[in-house]
Structure formats: C-alpha cells, structure tokens
C-alpha cells in the first residue's frame, strides 16, 4: 500500500510534489490504515547518466538535493521510499531507461535508500514476445536488486505482456496485468483494445476499471503472499468517477489482492475520498494473510448494458469474504445463493449459518462491517448501479443437538 505520483501529477514531480505528499500522508493518518511506499514514477531523471560512472542521476532542478536526501526524508517520516525504471532504453516518458544498466542502477537505487522499484516496459527494443524472452529481460533487473542485499519490493509494469502471471513469481513481487488505468468506470477506448489480456498483443492504455475487473477475473488463480496482480494505482480521488464507481474500484482492487496504490492528490482530498481510502474492513480484506485473491463465480449479463457478478473468496481463520458488483446502468435485485459462494468448500460450507458483515456498513460503535444476522443457503439483496457490495462471513455456532453430561 502506498502512493505513486503518476495518476495525478504526471511528469510534474519534484521534490516539493514528493514532500507534500508524504506530509499529507502523515497528517491524515493513512499511515495507520496500511499506506506506506510514497513511489516517485517517471520523469525524474536528468538529461543523462552520470558521464563518468554511467550511474542514473536525478534532475538537479526538480530535485536539488539529489534522491539519497529526499529518501532519507520520507525515511524519517515513517514511510518508505520507491523509485521508478523501465526494462527498455528509455521510459515511456523519454527519459533514460535501465536496458544494459541494470547493476549499476540497481546499486545507485540501495544507495539511494530505495524500498520499491516500479519496472515499465517502454523502448524495450522488441525483447518482448515470448515469456522466456520478457523474463530474462525482467529478471536481470531482479538479481542485480538481490545482489545490492537492500529489501526492495520489484514490482514489473510490463502490462501483462507475456503473461507475467505464468513466470514472474519467482523474480518479482508483482506484476501490472494490463494496459493503464483510465479515470472512467466503463468508458469505450480503444487504445485499450485487447478484450481478454491473455493473449494481448496490445496492452496499451485508457483501460477502463470495469474493463480491468474483467481481465483481471481469471488471473487470482496466479497470484499470492509476495507475488501480487496488479491491477493499476486507483484513481479514487480524480474525479473521474462518482462516489459508487470509486468504491467499486477500491473494493475490488482490494478483494483481489492488487497492490492499493493511491493515484491522487492527497494534500487535497473530499471526505468521501478519505471515507473509502479509510474503509478498516476493506483494507483488511486486501492485506488478509492468506492472499487469497477472490474468485468470479458467476456474471450474469443485463439487457441494458453491464453484467452482475458474484465473486468470493477464503480468508484466514476459517472465514470468508464474498462481493457482488453491478456494472449495469440499472439497479438489480439478486439472489445470492450460498451454494455459488461456497461452492469450493463443498456441501456441509454451503448449508451451514453464517454470521454476515456488511464491510460498507459502519456497525454501532462506528466501525466498518456491521454485523447484518446469522444467515443460511443464501440471501436477496437490491444492488445500484455500478455498486459492489461487500461482506464478510463467519461460521456462526450450531446449536448442539447433543446434551452434555451436566446436563443430565
Ligand atoms: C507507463 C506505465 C504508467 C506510468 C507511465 C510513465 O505508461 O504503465 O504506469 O509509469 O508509463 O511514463
């Protein structure tokens, strides 16, 4: 969890962007709900490599103090500090990239004091095509991180391209899945043409986030603790959406397990931007320690446009977390039936009671997910449009049909 400039600021950082924004970070708190890596994207490099050492410089006008001072910053602050490269010759903002420079940059990011480093794919001079090929070009850059001995969490923004989700596991801790995100709930772009992203030879961007649901329905299979999907930095807070589309967003980037990267300004955010960005019972779906990315068990197309769907998925300690989304232009009444939720636990999971949360709920003492009865087989509920509900299940106690022995 954390922050990274791009969404919002574009190629406009520098060291004053970085500072405000870690500020903000601590003065609202996020801290607290999990929100640490503060990511600065592309465009902070100079003209050139250092003309001597070859080492990657930061541009001396945005970034005066040079990036070891601007880290230790962030490191004083409580957060953590990422860094941004790309596996090709330069990044996709033009700037220089780290194709055949991977230990000297690796080195000069550990020096810097980096935690992250967020990989692009632009310029990669063709070495894209098959999986090997990707993951050689990716895993350069991996060792040459292992080898500087800093913790720096690698997260590869190839665009899905090769199907990272079949090989990355082992070199990087988690991979973009598709094409950029665009600030829109479901609006028709076709620079992000591909309809599945298996297979896409064409991640590009302007994917809009119900689009980025849909590819990313059959990927949870893929992901796990240390190795994640990414589905993009959000965008809640841009103003691109209204208040449902950007809980939709936020709640199912987190039952997915997609990194939350917030993509906004947050020296400047509404209550209803903090409301979802602060949502407890959310977040904790999201950093649940069985990284267990939930799965679509159904979608039901409507005739006006947009489907409903049913997705569900195992949490720790014996409990659950089940969601159903309405991308439709209508409001839907659907029956949730306990056999498609529970449908990989098999009969005796699907019949039992449940104690069920309601995680966009606030229950009386003002705390997300609010306890809304013991409910077995299933449940009826009325859904908005372009809503996710999201709730939580817990195996409620059976009454014993055995009596004790004090009882006799
Ligand atoms: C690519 C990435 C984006 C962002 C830009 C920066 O498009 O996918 O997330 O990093 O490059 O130029």
Wanted: net charge negative; aromatic share 12%; charged share 15%.
């Amino acid at each position: 969890m954390g922050w990274d400039t791009w969404n919002h600021f574009g190629c406009n950082v520098d060291e004053d962007t970085i500072v405000s924004a870690a500020n903000a970070i601590v003065q609202n708190n996020l801290t607290q709900f999990g929100y640490e890596y503060v990511i600065i994207d592309d465009c902070w490099q100079a003209p050139s490599r250092d003309n001597q050492t070859g080492a990657p410089v930061a541009d001396p006008t945005k970034f005066p103090n040079g990036m070891e001072y601007l880290s230790n910053k962030i490191h004083s602050m409580g957060l953590k500090f990422g860094i941004y490269s790309d596996a090709g010759t330069l990044t996709c903002g033009g700037h220089f990239g780290s194709l055949g420079y991977e230990e000297i940059d690796a080195k000069t990011y550990a020096e810097w004091g980096a935690d992250y480093l967020k990989y692009d794919n632009c310029y990669n001079e063709g070495l894209a095509g098959t999986p090997h090929i990707s993951h050689e070009r990716y895993a350069n850059m991996s060792r040459a991180l292992n080898v500087t001995g800093r913790p720096i969490l690698y997260s590869m923004c190839s665009w899905g391209e090769d199907g990272p989700w079949n090989y990355a596991q082992t070199i990087a801790n988690s991979w973009r899945i598709s094409g950029d995100v665009m600030d829109s709930f479901d609006r028709y772009d076709e620079r992000c043409p591909c309809t599945s992203v298996i297979d896409c030879k064409l991640p590009g961007f302007h994917c809009a986030v119900s689009r980025i649901i849909d590819f990313a329905a059959p990927l949870g299979q893929k992901a796990g603790p240390g190795h994640w999907n990414d589905l993009d930095m959000l965008e809640v807070g841009n103003g691109g959406m209204s208040f449902e589309e950007y809980r939709t967003h936020f709640s199912m980037w987190s039952i997915l397990k997609s990194p939350l990267i917030l993509g906004n300004d947050v020296t400047n955010m509404t209550n209803e931007t903090m409301t979802i960005i602060t949502n407890t019972a959310i977040i904790a779906i999201n950093q649940d320690a069985a990284g267990s990315p939930a799965n679509r068990m159904w979608k039901r197309s409507i005739s006006q446009g947009g489907e409903t769907s049913l997705w569900a998925g195992a949490l720790v300690n014996n409990t659950f977390v089940f969601a159903l989304l309405n991308t439709s232009p209508v409001n839907q009444t659907v029956e949730i039936d306990f056999v498609d939720v529970f449908f990989d636990q098999g009969p005796a999971y699907q019949t039992q009671p449940y104690e069920v949360f309601d995680l966009w709920q606030k229950d009386d003492s003002g705390n997300w997910g609010k306890n809304i009865g013991t409910i077995q087989g299933g449940m009826n509920v009325t859904i908005g449009i372009h809503q996710t509900m999201v709730w939580k299940a817990v195996p409620a106690p059976q009454a014993s049909t055995k009596r004790n022995y004090a009882e006799l």
